[in-house]
């Protein structure tokens, strides 16, 4: 129960000092709209049709998540807030959670700003299967934020972040990547019902993560 | 600081004349022992089928290059002991070495086999076996990219020790996400016949010895570059307890 309160607070310090200052979502939602915009130039409207969504949708989240995880734990470097934080009486695991948990808030956000739009601009018809078009993309982000959150604590102290951090994630998160569109093609283009075993990849690939980070985020966290 | 210069040791000259000889050995095998094609009404191997011979242990050897640095990023974690990093950093480079040598004999094999009298690839389709060794390669390609941009010797080998547990970890993600993918055709299987299956064994010894020789040469390179480095930048030792 301790646990599940200090995650709490840390969680919520995390988006309170977001709603006040506000300078992550912001910059991240923004980063989304131009990508789709760019995208949007790029391509033929043949070529935009609904099941081409995923993949216009996939580079909004990869980059703007990219972004989001950077921010979250740059709070932390900032004027050595992390030393406070690894000296208080938290197991390392409970930060972890609380990380991934506002980092998850952030890219949902993102998200419910971005996809309006993309389906605004493409013409994307998601009405046939919404409810799996949801789902599979939440499970695929907590897959992606489980990753995105582990090395955002890895390499935070390096000097080269930027580049680095989506270096080290987007390979990772292909499985990710191919699952979900895979998937979202069957349900989109050949009409089939969700199947368990295409969206059982998705769980594994989140619980895998979640526990080989959580181990591992003991040993890597230092100020 | 006075150069030592590395001398083979007679052992190690032995270990690769042995292997160089396996490998010709091999190379008669696969000219005399193997049958010249595979044909049936509307399958037809190509003349490039025999890479098939070396293009699967080499596969293997990747999956084991893969595994290695897996294994010693948890050592490092553990242990805390740089050297455990220079072997992921060489185990790291023989699974890219590996792996390429793995995608473009795919790709040759691919393109050379014939289906219905037509090529059965074009160079290269996006079916379930390339995504995943074009997928595998690029993610030991970015474990020896994000290594020089990491200055400190203990944080770079942290960042890639974790790098390579998960990146270990998405291997069997990867494998079977991309089995999602359409697959075009799927050559008959063929029962092997001795002869393919005992070439086929065979390849291994020459091409795991290879690859741990490779290994074992990059490791000693990696160990030595690190000591060099850390002998002349005396302040570079920080304590191995983080």
């Known amino acids: 129960m301790l646990m599940l309160r200090q995650i709490y607070w840390l969680a919520s310090k995390d988006i309170l000092i977001e709603a006040r200052s506000r300078q992550t979502i912001g910059l991240v939602v923004v980063l989304g709209v131009l990508i789709i915009v760019v995208l949007g130039l790029g391509l033929e409207p043949s070529q935009t049709s609904g099941f081409s969504a995923t993949a216009i949708l996939w580079v909004a989240y990869l980059f703007g998540g990219v972004l989001c995880f950077e921010k979250t734990m740059a709070v932390e470097r900032h004027d050595e807030a992390l030393a406070g934080l690894l000296l208080a009486p938290i197991d390392r695991g409970a930060i972890y959670i609380a990380k991934l948990i506002s980092n998850l808030i952030l890219m949902f956000s993102l998200a419910i700003v971005v996809t309006p739009v993309a389906v605004l601009l493409f013409h994307f018809d998601l009405s046939a299967a919404l409810g799996a078009f949801v789902l599979i993309m939440s499970i695929s982000m907590v897959g992606f934020a489980a990753v995105g959150t582990l090395f955002s604590a890895t390499i935070s102290s390096s000097r080269l972040q930027g580049g680095l951090l989506a270096m080290l994630i987007f390979p990772i998160s292909l499985p990710l990547v191919i699952t979900s569109s895979q998937l979202l093609l069957r349900i989109f283009r050949g009409n089939q019902e969700l199947s368990f075993s295409g969206l059982s990849i998705l769980i594994a690939f989140d619980v895998i993560f979640l526990v080989a980070s959580w181990l591992v985020f003991e040993l890597i966290l230092e100020p | ?242």
């Open chain 2, 1 to 242: 600081m006075a150069q030592k210069k590395r001398i083979p040791t007679p052992a190690i000259i032995v270990y690769w004349v042995v292997t160089l000889g396996l490998f010709v050995g091999g190379l008669f095998l696969l000219a005399y022992y193997t049958p010249a094609n595979l044909r049936t009404p509307e399958y037809d191997a190509g003349a490039a089928q025999k890479i098939f011979y070396i293009h699967l242990p080499i596969a293997i050897n990747t999956f084991v290059a893969a595994l290695l640095v897996g294994v010693a990023g948890v050592a490092y974690l553990i242990g805390r002991r740089l050297v455990w990093d220079d072997f992921a950093y060489a185990a790291g480079k023989t699974a890219v070495l590996l792996g390429g040598i793995v995608l473009l004999t795919g790709v040759i094999w691919g393109r050379s086999a014939w289906w219905n009298a037509r090529p059965w690839f074009v160079w290269w389709e996006w079916t379930p076996r390339l995504t995943f060794s074009l997928v595998l390669w690029l993610l030991y390609v970015v474990y020896l990219m994000i290594r020089p941009s990491i200055e400190s010797a203990n944080r770079r080998a942290l960042v890639c020790a974790v790098y390579g547990i998960i990146a270990f970890l998405d291997v069997p993600l990867v494998y079977f996400s991309t089995k999602l993918l359409p697959d075009l055709h799927v050559p008959p299987g063929q029962a092997m016949s001795s002869g393919m299956k005992w070439t086929l064994l065979y390849w291994f010894a020459p091409i795991t010895m290879m690859h741990v020789g490779i290994l074992y040469h990059r490791f000693c390179l990696n160990r030595d570059e690190r000591a060099l480095y850390e002998s002349a930048y005396d302040n570079e030792q920080t304590p191995a307890v983080a």
